[in-house]
């Protein structure tokens, strides 16, 4: 089961961060990641972080440089900071599971979160 937190609202150019807890057991071996999907269009891939620490994170060319993704093993958790946030950044954000080296598309996902909401207004 994955459970998020953090969402909520901001203006324009603020920061969020946003958690997901993991409640299963394995975690060391999924790769993780956030998507998100705002009113009337396609849930979206936003980032990921793979099962293997050598592997770079995976971003979206929209939030590349204004977002960060990172996992503690420890914690079964991870993380998405949120920078510089935008009106366009609006939607639900979803928490993801896969149990590929890594993901940036819906595919391969195996579990989902119940989505938190950010709202970023001008």
């Known amino acids: 089961q994955l459970v998020e937190s953090g969402g909520g609202l901001v203006q324009a150019g603020g920061s969020l961060r946003l958690s997901c807890e993991f409640s299963?057991?394995?975690?060391?071996?999924?790769?993780m990641g956030w998507f998100r999907q705002a009113p009337g269009k396609e849930r979206e891939f936003v980032a990921s972080?793979?099962?293997?620490?050598?592997?770079?994170?995976q971003y979206s060319h929209f939030v590349k440089g204004r977002f960060t993704i990172s996992r503690l093993n420890n914690e079964n958790t991870i993380y998405l900071q949120m920078d510089n946030l935008q009106p366009e950044d609006t939607a639900i954000y979803y928490c993801?599971?896969?149990?590929?080296?890594?993901?940036?598309?819906?595919?391969?996902?195996?579990?989902w979160g119940q989505g938190t909401q950010v709202t970023v207004s001008s």
């Open positions: 993801a599971l896969a149990s590929t080296d890594t993901f940036t598309t819906r595919d391969f996902i195996r579990s």
């Open positions: 972080v793979s099962r293997n620490p050598v592997n770079p994170p």
């Open positions: 299963g057991r394995a975690f060391r071996t999924f790769a």
